[in-house]
């Protein structure tokens, strides 16, 4: 609907992967809200229980970037937060509010609790497997240990076996974390060469029931002609699959639409059953052997008329994250890298559409160049930078922005509206987040998941590089400096020798001097005083050098000897500068070499001529001659 006031503003708060009863719940949502002006703001993130514990924290920090108190309404589906302590933690930031807190999937003494009857549903699956078609033998197939939707179906099965006397049935309970892969594992563990199967094996979701029925058919059992397989959720996809899934459906569309409605009820003062319970269809299918109770059949020939569509989408997608990947990791520098982004989002956004934010930390780029500066772990900066923000195809164009705001150029007014936060991050460190709006379709099917990891991998491989190649800059330039004098080392010249050969190849009329020198007396030092005192005459030597030649690189090219290649004005004043240099050695070559202030240095100078030199070293070689030349005169005035 369209208005000009300001309007609500609900927060809610889930993990993905759950991604079709999400989508639906969110559907239901929506539209619900159609006749009341109120935006959805949804908190969205995907980790795993097998993932590392800073990938967890990267993943659910998204929960702290909200203040709640800048809300009218709080929902969370638990049934989605399978950690404890960020419930734990999500839930007390809720308990002082003064606003409406909804929370579904569980139930909580402090709140409104919104839970669809999970356990009715599945005792009427288990009846129907032990009443219909002779079920002995249960394998059930639990979620995470901790989670109230696997603990609720547990229990309604362990109530159907005790009633009947009949508890021995349930052989096994097996805790998946709904990781599909363990389901696998357990299935070919037990079950590929000993052949004792179990009449039937539960699944807490349809996601457990596809992997398990297809691991079965690997082992070489047939579902469900030797075991029959059920599972939970009715989702699509476990309707195309063959066997289609003997499932429950939650119609958590419904439960979307009701989750509304308790809210505009209790946010207008109108009393509510603080728990309300939302019930849920058992729904047979192919794989307990049920072949007439829903038309699979029509589902999989639209899911084939699809399948065109749905392939060029997801090739346009590899596209657009291949353009992600080439566009971040070409860049050479964090400024690079927040130009190309950006002008890549500007001229290509069809996939992103017209209301799209990309935000940064504030300490991201300085984190690239500075070791030092951390970024955060828990939570976001107050200000974030803006790397790219359109709303309705109007840019924002400040480069800082109030992190509190949440999306840059969000007015609160005009059509109701879902907007997506995800994370962008690596490990605990977080990086910033990107925003998408009205896109319940890209909930459905994970595709903000691999949108957000790939664009955070891309920082991240981007953000890593850049830090090698400035340590590996470091590096090199701790290999071309010599330790003693702090100048340029051998290393260092004969890089640059390539250089300036390279100069003098394209353009013969490159002006251009060599300078040699070489410190006179430094044995005597030595054998008199010691290699300290050595050392110590040759920093003397080496500060009279840098002192004469201030614009011109200087290079210890061994123990004693230096080289200057004269540029600029040290090359347009070198006749000059040479007579300084000498001035001041005359000043104290009355002193022994053992003195404090004595400095002595031969040099000889040549100047690059087109016309004799074919190559730098060809002038190095003159002026090596020069200051033998000059190192022989020295040592006759003595």
């Known amino acids: 609907m369209a208005t000009e006031h300001k309007k609500k503003k609900i927060a809610v708060f889930a993990t993905g992967w759950a991604c079709e ?48 108190a800048d809300f009218d309404g709080v929902v969370i589906l638990a049934n989605t937060i399978n950690y404890d302590d960020v419930l734990g933690e999500l839930l007390a930031r809720c308990e ?38 002779g079920v002995r033998d249960i394998v059930f197939f639990a979620g995470a240990e901790n989670s109230y939707d696997s603990q609720i179906r547990l229990k309604a099965i362990t109530d159907v076996l005790e009633e009947r006397g009949q508890s021995d ?198 984190s690239l160049y500075d070791p030092e500066v951390h970024l955060r772990t828990n939570g976001y900066s ?14 924002f164009e400040e480069k800082s922005f109030p992190s509190r705001e949440l999306v840059p150029g969000y007015t609160g007014t005009g059509e109701n509206h879902l907007y997506v936060f995800l994370p962008i991050h690596s490990g605990s460190d977080e990086y910033g987040y990107v925003v998408f709006r009205d896109h319940v379709d890209k909930v459905y099917n994970h595709v903000l998941q691999t949108y957000q990891d790939r664009l955070s991998m891309a920082i991240d491989k981007f953000r890593r590089a850049l830090r090698l190649n400035l340590l590996n800059e470091q590096l090199m330039e701790v290999m071309k400096r010599d330790p003693l004098t702090n100048v340029n080392n051998r290393t260092a010249y004969e890089a640059r020798e390539k250089d300036l050969q390279a100069e003098i190849d394209i353009d013969e009329n490159t002006a251009f001097g060599i300078v040699m ?41 061994g123990g004693d000897e230096f080289l200057v290649i004269l540029i600029g004005d040290d090359f347009s004043r070198r006749d000059m500068l040479i007579g300084r240099m000498k001035k001041h050695m005359a000043a104290v070559k009355n002193l022994t070499p053992t003195d404090a202030a004595y400095v002595s240095v031969a040099c000889g100078i040549a100047v690059y001529d087109p016309a004799r030199d074919n190559s730098v070293d060809d002038v190095v070689k003159r002026a090596d001659a020069e200051m033998y030349r000059n190192k022989n005169e020295m040592k006759a005035a003595r």
């Open 169 to 366: 049935m349930l052989r096994d309970v097996f805790y998946t974390e709904w990781e599909n892969a363990r389901a696998d594992k357990y299935i070919r563990e037990r079950y590929a060469k000993d052949r004792n199967i179990p009449d039937a094996i539960m699944c807490a979701n349809d996601g457990l029931a596809m992997q398990t029925c297809i691991t079965l058919s690997r082992c070489g059992y047939s579902v469900p002609d030797e075991i029959i397989v059920s599972g939970f959720d009715h989702i699509d996809e476990s309707q195309v699959f063959y066997p289609a899934i003997c499932s429950v459906d939650q119609q958590f569309e419904n439960i979307g639409s009701i989750c509304v409605s308790l809210w505009y009820d209790l946010l207008s003062g109108k009393e509510r059953d603080k728990d309300i319970l939302t019930p849920c269809k058992f729904i047979p299918g192919e794989s307990c052997g049920c072949t007439d109770t829903y038309n699979h059949d029509d589902i999989r020939r639209k899911a084939g008329r699809d399948a065109f569509f749905s392939r060029t989408q997801s090739n346009y997608f590899s596209r657009k994250l291949n353009a992600i990947d080439n566009t971040i990791l070409g860049s050479e520098s964090f400024e690079d890298f927040c130009r190309q982004l950006s002008d890549m989002y500007h001229k290509d956004h069809d996939y992103e559409g017209d209301s799209f934010h990309v935000l940064l930390e504030s300490t991201f780029g300085q």
């Open 517 to 557: 020198l070489d410190i006179n007396n430094l044995k005597t030092v030595n054998d008199t005083l010691g290699h300290d005192a050595g050392d110590m005459y040759i920093i003397r030597c080496c500060h009279l050098i840098c002192k004469t030649f201030r614009h011109s690189p200087v290079f210890r090219m």
């Open 382 to 395: 107050r200000h974030m930078d803006v790397l790219y923000s359109a709303e309705d195809g109007v840019y």
């Open 21 to 68: 009863i999400l989508g639906q719940f969110l559907m239901g949502m929506t539209a619900e809200l159609e006749d009341k002006a109120a935006d959805l703001f949804l908190f969205l993130c995907y980790p795993l229980l097998v993932d590392t514990k800073a990938t967890r924290l990267g993943q659910l920090n998204i929960f702290n970037l909200p203040d709640l």
């Open 96 to 133: 002082i509010l003064d606003i409406p807190v909804i929370v579904q999937g569980m139930k909580h003494d402090h709140f409104y609790t919104l839970n669809s009857d999970n356990y009715h549903a599945t005792r009427n699956m288990c009846e129907h497997l032990l009443d219909e078609h």
